[in-house]
Every structure is written in structure tokens, then in C-alpha cells.
């Protein structure tokens, strides 16, 4: 279907996009499509999504941030540095959620809608990570900057001592191909349990 539509354009979930290509490579289905350029949204796009993805397609991945609820957008641009917030659409406050943070500015992305009259969300907290960037993008573009860190507080790994990490440094994808999924799961401090669904040709190696 895709080859007799030749889209010139993808938008999809990161995930679905990398499990349908996988699927093409294990299966020996040869794709002729080129897009112009892919947008993804709805989830967290991570480090080797995007080189897997724009590798197989040949062409550039934009990112687009916003919610079901309708709060706040924000898209990057060509430079793919950070996320242009969407100002006219809503108001975005960083709020600190866990003094451990690194950067002062990061914090729980707190958002008021300023487009829906029928029913506004006021100072709506998305549980999304992120911080605020004071530098202008090179792109030229007028639009404030914001960054994204990992997704969801549920995304992070809460350390002994209480302090957060992104699981956007984990990569196991890059690390060895014999795995087809992998899920983390958290129940206390400084312990992660390791969930993986191997490939046939997984071997100690891997592990």
C-alpha cells in the first residue's frame, strides 16, 4: 500500500514507525517509497528512533510536542536543536518537581490553553519534563525555546538518593540487534527490573 501510494509525507508514532520497519527488514519486503520528511508525535522520540528511522528513509524527522487535552504545541524547526512553542496557543510555565534536577529552569511543564472557550484548562500540569532555553534558534525564527527531558516523570529513574534520570541515555538498541523490545519497571529507589524479548538469535553476549 505504501509503495502504490508513494506519500511524500509520514506523521506517525515513533514506535509504530520503528516496529513497521523492522518488520520490512525481517521480512525481506523492499520499500520504494522516499518521503519528503517524517513528523512524529505523541510519544518520546529517542536518540536512535530518529537515526534508525531517517536512515531507512533518507530523509529528515521533525519532532512535534502537544497533548490530547490541547494545551500546548511546540514543533522543531530544520535546525532540530529544540522545540518553537506555538505562544498563540498556550502558555507554558516550568515548574520545579524535584530540587535533584540539574538545570534551575527544569521542571513539570504546567500549561494554559488560550484557543478553547468552551472549556479552558487553566495551569494544567501535563507531567511532562522540560526546561526553558533563553538563546534564539539559528533558524531565525522569532517563536520562544523549550527542551524536552525524557518525557513523563514516569519515563525517569529515580535514583537512591532521590534524584532523577532519563532513560533517554539508555541505549539498547545501539548496544545489540537480537532485541526486539525492552520495557524497565520501577518499584523502589535505586532498582530497575530489566524486561527484554529476544531475538532467536540472542546469545549470552548480547545479555
Not at 519528503?36 to 508525535?41: D, G, M, P, Q
Not at 528513509?57 to 521533525?62: D, M, R
Not at 521542571?107 to 495551569?123: D, W
Amino acid at each position: 500500500a505504501l509503495n502504490r501510494y508513494q506519500p511524500k509525507f509520514i506523521e506517525t508514532f515513533p514506535s509504530s514507525l520503528e516496529a513497521l520497519i523492522k518488520f520490512f527488514i525481517e521480512n525481506r519486503i523492499k520499500v520504494t517509497i522516499r518521503p519528503k520528511a517524517i513528523f512524529t508525535n505523541s510519544e518520546v522520540l529517542y536518540p536512535w528512533q530518529r537515526k534508525f528511522i531517517g536512515e531507512y528513509f533518507g530523509c529528515q524527522i521533525f519532532d512535534d510536542y502537544g497533548l490530547e487535552e490541547r494545551v500546548v504545541n511546540a514543533a522543531e524547526c530544520e535546525k532540530h536543536l529544540h522545540y518553537h512553542i506555538s505562544s498563540e496557543y498556550g502558555i507554558i510555565e516550568f515548574v520545579d518537581c524535584k530540587k535533584s534536577l540539574n538545570n534551575a529552569d527544569q521542571g513539570e511543564i504546567v500549561a494554559t490553553s488560550l484557543h478553547n472557550y468552551g472549556m479552558p484548562f487553566i495551569r494544567y500540569n501535563t507531567e511532562d519534563i522540560g526546561y526553558k532555553i533563553h538563546d534564539s534558534c539559528t533558524c531565525g525564527r522569532g517563536l520562544p525555546l523549550m527542551a524536552l527531558i525524557g518525557g513523563r516523570k514516569r519515563n525517569f529513574v529515580i535514583s537512591k538518593n532521590g534524584s532523577m534520570i532519563s532513560l533517554t541515555i539508555v541505549d539498547i538498541p545501539n548496544v545489540t540487534e537480537n532485541v526486539s523490545q525492552f520495557q524497565f519497571e520501577q518499584s523502589e529507589k535505586g532498582k530497575l527490573v530489566l524486561k527484554l524479548v529476544k531475538k532467536t538469535n540472542f546469545t549470552k553476549e548480547d545479555l
